[in-house]
């Protein structure tokens, strides 16, 4: 009898191991693993933790894997590890976040930053155990610039050097074949660049070796012709900017001391008015602007086209009854022997659209010096003036009862084509003296064509 206890106790431990086998081959795990993907120094250490008095459980670990490094720059904790299982993070500091991981077992649990060396607790809890593994934060290498042997470079988020181009803080830099941050000229894909001595690209005009240049948004180098701040300057082949007289096809421009467009003298055609068209000074001006456009221009079918203005020529009670020039060519455009005036910006615009579409621009109004705007790009200017380019008195104005109201004229008015500018004078064909770069004092043709209502058209190239 003293035998039996025995036996009964040796069959009861092979029962178990057939009933249990999960449990039996739980006592022979490891409670050390690595976590996928980390260093040696993040060595995840794995322990079944028990409640006191409890009697000890085999070392049930689930499968807890991070699946991203994790340096003093991560924000977020992943990893995977069993289904819908909770995840703690914390520092002998305290907790920094709980989640509960998805059913396919993938967890992310936000944290706030840690410094590089803290080490972080990540616990796992499956029914009453709990199972942790503690991951070293490896410190992130440097991004950005690092000063090497006395020399700048730019590292990546790899901690590796960068080359070619690079933008920091909106400004960009270039670094040669080895990393070294350049300064002063460089020249990539053919064109120049200039860098600061700290680096950073320079834009907009640079003064350098007594010379002036100017480097477009993308930091190239301009050459030729330049418009900035409402002014035109000219930068010769080897960007340096150009001063005195250049030669632009025909025509001619002064650049002044500033670099800045100072004179400008259009190669425009000079067409004679007469003897065809006694008052064709307005048709005869579009025909050279036109010609000056590259367009195969004639005064006379221009004269056949142009908008007229039937109303007849009456004087009622001392009154004069007329057509008005706004509407079209009041008149006879061929002889002095009938009446006949002129005609305004207004029909001679509509008509040059038949010849330039969507190039016409009919600026009337506009302050004089819009005027040169034109000429600087190297369009001549269709304006109405008068034959004394300057104030006409008085006495030499009347007033007539037209279809669409009153209006004051004079026989004085004038067309002709303005060609150049330069400090003191304004440069014109005149068709009705026949002179090519006729000049006149700025001041008094300025005051003469805002007298005749600041009547001005041109044409984009």
């Known amino acids: 009898m003293g035998k039996f206890p025995v036996k009964v106790f040796i069959g009861l431990f092979v029962i178990s191991n057939s009933l249990f086998p999960i449990l039996a081959s739980a006592e022979m795990t490891t409670g050390t693993n690595q976590v996928q993907g980390q260093s040696a120094e993040q060595t995840i250490q794995a322990t079944a933790q028990q409640s006191p008095g409890t009697a000890v459980q085999p070392n049930l670990t689930p499968d807890l894997q991070l699946t991203e490094k994790v340096t003093d720059k991560t924000t977020v904790i992943k990893g995977k590890t069993a289904p819908s299982v909770k995840i703690t993070v914390e520092t002998n500091a305290g907790i920094l976040n709980s989640v509960q991981a998805n059913a396919d077992g993938t967890f992310e649990v936000p944290i706030s930053k840690q410094q590089a060396n803290t080490i972080l607790k990540i616990t796992t809890t499956v029914g009453t155990n709990t199972y942790s593994i503690d991951v070293k934060v490896e410190a992130s290498p440097p991004i950005g610039w690092v000063l090497v042997k006395g020399y700048w470079n730019y590292l990546n988020s790899n901690g590796q050097k960068m080359t070619g181009w690079v933008t920091d803080q909106g400004k960009r830099y270039f670094l040669d074949e080895t990393g070294v941050m350049k300064t002063g000229w460089i020249k990539s894909s053919n064109r120049w660049y200039y860098l600061n001595t700290n680096g950073a690209m320079k834009t907009g005009w640079l003064y350098y070796g007594g010379k002036w240049y100017f480097l477009d948004r993308s930091g190239a180098m301009k050459t030729g012709w330049l418009f900035d701040g409402g002014k035109w300057y000219y930068l010769n082949g080897d960007g340096t900017m150009k001063i005195g007289w250049v030669q632009s096809g025909r025509d001619r421009y002064y650049l002044g001391s500033s670099g800045a467009i100072a004179s400008v003298i259009l190669d425009a055609p000079l067409i004679a008015q007469n003897p065809e068209l006694s008052r064709g000074c307005e048709v005869t001006s579009l025909a050279m602007m036109l010609q000056d456009a590259g367009i195969k221009a004639d005064k006379m079918e221009l004269a056949k086209q142009l908008k007229k203005d039937p109303t007849p020529y009456s004087k009622q009670n001392g009154q004069i009854y ?132 600041k009547q001005a058209i041109s044409y984009v190239r």
Do not use: C
């Open 322 to 453: 007329f057509g008005n020039p706004n509407t079209g060519f009041v008149g006879d455009m061929y002889t002095f022997k009938h009446p006949g005036l002129a005609v305004y910006h207004g029909p001679i615009a509509e008509l040059a659209k038949k010849y330039l579409p969507n190039r016409v621009v009919d600026f009337s109004g506009s302050n004089f010096e819009e005027i040169y705007k034109y000429l600087n790009n190297g369009t001549s200017v269709w304006v109405i003036n008068n034959t004394w380019f300057d104030t006409v008195p008085s006495q030499y104005w009347q007033k007539w009862n037209t279809p669409v109201g009153p209006i004051s004229i004079t026989y004085k008015e004038h067309s002709v084509l303005v060609t150049g500018y330069d400090r003191n004078y304004i440069y014109f064909n005149d068709p009705l003296a026949v002179i090519k770069n006729r000049k006149m004092p700025v001041s008094a043709f300025k005051r003469g064509w805002e007298q005749m209502g």
